[in-house]
């Protein structure tokens, strides 16, 4: 038997000291309560916005603007949904984000983003000049520091002088305008590897790779890191998806650790299997948004956090205690 141990792997870096734990996504074997420091409480109010924020902000590391790809080669595995989730706590965690949704054609992070009504313009209308850059970014009117622009309206092709030189006049555009620039900017990448792919990989400087544990899902993600490298992008690290662990305990399911020795990336967060996402991409309410929070919005907040300081997280093989050994053993049962 086998778990999870997850450790970050600068413990140092922060204030925030934590024991070890082991985790079973909804069945901790063994966990620590943590106690916050209450003396500042009118500061930090009676809600907790992030697991990790107990004691202080994020620093941000980096210059700023940080112009980051959510990709991963394979659809389905759950792109837009990091893309909304991360972006969403980014917000949350106080930066100003700005996300854009470079699938063409087929866009769907207004729709998880509940925005999808409120797209009047898009890109192609301001590289056409029909209108301003700020007309095309839609403010969140829960977290006015989150702003979503898309390339293109549902149903329509782009023309065909569009490509990476025309979003990076879009990204720089973003960071020279009046308003200020964003903290963070992040792109959610289409799936494959074609035009599209290069287009929205081509102004990032770091990326995040979404995959699955299985093996369709790790052999585009082991194609994608190899592409992201040539382009130049460095700083790749991965978020897995979807894990359940008692299909790992049944040896159904490759373990954190197998995928993460299979394509040698940095681990941003696991992300456990949730029902709850279902419900929440149909109401286009993002979990880091539910009230009590569910694990796999928990999970997306301690991402968008070491997204922050660029910090990363390590997954470690645990034996679990062996069964005793009854009288019938002997005979094999």
């Given at each position: 038997m086998i778990s999870l141990q997850l450790l970050t792997s600068n413990p140092n870096q922060s204030s925030f000291q934590t024991s070890p734990c082991i985790f079973h996504f909804g069945q901790p074997l063994h966990r620590k309560t943590l106690k916050p420091n209450f003396k500042n409480r009118t500061h930090y109010g009676n809600t907790i916005q992030s697991v990790l924020q107990w004691n202080r902000k994020p620093e941000l590391a980096g210059e700023?603007?940080?112009?980051?790809?959510i990709t991963s080669g394979k659809g389905g595995v759950g792109k837009t949904t990091t893309t909304a989730n991360v972006g969403l706590s980014l917000a949350r965690l106080g930066f100003s984000v700005v996300a854009i949704d470079a699938d063409v054609g087929l866009r769907n992070l207004d729709l998880l983003l509940g925005l999808e009504n409120r797209v009047n313009y898009t890109a192609v209308e301001v590289l056409n000049g029909d209108c301003r850059l700020d007309q095309a970014l839609v403010r969140d009117k829960r977290w006015s520091n989150f702003e979503l622009l898309c390339i293109s309206k549902a149903r329509t092709k782009l023309p065909l002088g569009f490509g990476g030189k025309a979003l990076i006049w879009l990204v720089d555009a973003l960071k020279g305008r009046q308003e200020g620039c964003p903290d963070f900017i992040i792109i959610d990448c289409p799936a494959g590897i074609d035009a599209g792919f290069i287009t929205a990989i081509t102004p990032a400087n770091e990326a995040v790779l979404v995959?699955?544990?299985?093996i369709t899902a790790l052999r585009d993600a082991d194609r994608v890191t190899g592409l992201l490298e040539c382009d130049g992008i460095?700083?790749?690290?991965?978020i897995v998806n979807r894990v359940r662990t008692d299909l790992i305990r049944g040896e159904d399911m490759m373990s954190v650790l197998d995928v993460q020795e299979m394509l040698g990336l940095a681990l941003l967060g696991?992300?456990?299997?949730?029902?709850?996402?279902?419900?929440?991409?149909?109401r286009g309410y993002p979990l880091v948004l539910n009230k009590?929070?569910?694990l796999a919005g928990?999970?997306?907040e301690q991402a968008a956090w070491r997204l922050v300081e660029q910090d990363s997280m390590t997954a470690v093989m645990v034996e679990e205690e062996p069964k005793k050994r009854g009288f019938f053993s002997f005979f094999g049962v």
């Open positions: 700023t603007p940080r112009v980051v790809v995959t699955t544990p299985d460095k700083d790749v690290k991965m696991v992300i456990p299997e949730d029902s709850e996402v279902i419900r929440s991409t149909n009590p929070p569910t928990l999970a997306f």
